[in-house]
């Protein structure tokens, strides 16, 4: 069993920068590989970031690429998403999540455990 809980979410003027935090229970956490997922009202749930078991391999969306990092400390038990120049339409509620595989997926099916999510709000 892992527990997730996310922080760092807020309110922040377009072209600012966020840094949210999700840090996990459980001695495995360096066993799973961590996601980033958004979930904007009325809309589907979608694929941010991911990071490998290691941190040695990271996936972005081509929506974020260049302007959010994913990265984890696993003495820490914590995965991070760094959020630069932040737009309007990264406005969202920001789960984070983990699932027990090599390579870290790109849909929301592909994770076993799920944080309650933050709230991030970029205005224009």
């Known amino acids: 069993q892992v527990q997730l809980v996310e922080s760092g979410g807020g309110l922040v003027q377009a072209g600012g920068s966020l840094r949210l935090s999700c840090a996990a229970s459980?001695?495995?956490?360096?066993?799973?590989?961590m996601g980033w997922f958004r979930q904007a009202p009325g809309k589907e749930r979608e694929f941010v970031a991911a990071i490998s078991w290691s941190g040695g391999s990271t996936y972005y969306a081509d929506s974020v690429k260049g302007r959010f990092t994913i990265s984890r400390d696993n003495a820490k038990n914590t995965v991070y998403l760094q959020m630069n120049s932040l737009k309007p339409e990264d406005t969202a509620v920001y789960y984070c999540?983990?699932?027990?595989?090599?390579?870290?997926?790109?849909?929301?099916?592909?994770?076993?455990?799920w944080g309650q999510g933050t709230q991030v709000t970029v205005s224009s």
């Open positions: 999540a983990a699932g027990l595989r090599l390579v870290p997926g790109r849909d929301p099916y592909e994770y076993d455990y």
């Open positions: 459980g001695r495995t956490f360096s066993s799973y590989a």
